[in-house]
C-alpha cells in the first residue's frame, strides 16, 4: 500500500472560512479515502472518491481528485470550532488491504 | 454503521508487565484488522495485520513476541504488550473494515504508560 502526503502540515482559520487541504501520491489508485482524527481518539472515515471520479461531496465536505496530478483536495466550507482535527488521506491500490498514513494535516478554527 | 470498540481506553502499567488490548468488531465479522501505533503528533504507524485463525503478518521493524496479535474469532483481535517498557508508551488503535464497506472503521485508541 502506498501512503499520502498532506499538506498543508498545518492550518490555522477562523471560524465560518472555509479549509482546504491537499493530498499527493506516487502510484494509481483504486480510490482515495479521507479521514478525521481528533485529538486522543481513532480516526473516522469522511469520504471515499473513486479513481473514476473527479469530485464528490458529503454535507460541508467537498473533495476532488485528480488522477493525472495524482492529487486530491478536501473542502471544509463554513467551517466550525468542532472541525479542528488532524486530517488524513489514504490513497488505495492494487489488492492492498491495509491502509497507511502520511503526517496529516492539522487543522484548528478559531472561534 | 460498522462499530469497533477498543478496550481499554487508557490504561498504565508497571515496566517488565503485559498488558492486553482488545479490539472488536460489534455488529459484523472482521477478518482482517490492523493495529496502528501513533507517537504524539504524530501519523500512524501499520504495526501488523491481525489474521482470524492464522498467524498475524507484522510490518518490517515490529517484534512480534514483544507485540503479540491474538484474533481467535471473528469479532475479536487483541494485542498484548509483553514485557513493556516506557519506550512502548504510546496510542494503539486497531481498525477494520466490513464487507461491503469501503471505508475502515476504527476503534477509539488506548493510551498505554508504561512506568
Known amino acids: 500500500s502506498q501512503q499520502g502526503e498532506e499538506d498543508p502540515q498545518a492550518l490555522s482559520i477562523q471560524e465560518g472560512e472555509n479549509a482546504t487541504m491537499n493530498c499527493s501520491y506516487k502510484?494509481?489508485?483504486?480510490?482515495l479515502q479521507w479521514y478525521r482524527q481528533n485529538s486522543g481518539r481513532g480516526l473516522v472515515h469522511l469520504i471515499l472518491?473513486?479513481?473514476?471520479?473527479r469530485e464528490k461531496h458529503s454535507g460541508r465536505l467537498r473533495v476532488t481528485l485528480d488522477t493525472s496530478k495524482k492529487s486530491s483536495s478536501l473542502l471544509i466550507t463554513a467551517s466550525r470550532a468542532a472541525d479542528t482535527a488532524s486530517y488524513f488521506c489514504a490513497p488505495t491500490s492494487g489488492s492492498a488491504r491495509q491502509l497507511t498514513f502520511g503526517s496529516g494535516t492539522q487543522l484548528t478554527v478559531l472561534p | 454503521g460498522a462499530v469497533v470498540s477498543q478496550h481499554p481506553s487508557w490504561v498504565i502499567c508497571k515496566s517488565g508487565t503485559s498488558v492486553k488490548i482488545e479490539c472488536r468488531s460489534l455488529d459484523f465479522q472482521a477478518t482482517t484488522m490492523f493495529w496502528y501505533r501513533q507517537f504524539p503528533k504524530q501519523s500512524l504507524m501499520l504495526m501488523a495485520t491481525s489474521n482470524e485463525g492464522s498467524k498475524a503478518t507484522y510490518e518490517q521493524g515490529v517484534e512480534k513476541d514483544k507485540f503479540l496479535i491474538n484474533h481467535a474469532s471473528l469479532t475479536l483481535s487483541t494485542l498484548t504488550v509483553t514485557s513493556a517498557h516506557p519506550e512502548d508508551s504510546s496510542f494503539y488503535i486497531c481498525s477494520a473494515r466490513d464487507v461491503g464497506d469501503y471505508g475502515y472503521t476504527f476503534g477509539s485508541g488506548t493510551r498505554l504508560t508504561v512506568v
Open positions: 472518491i473513486r479513481s473514476n471520479e
Open positions: 502510484t494509481s489508485i483504486n480510490n
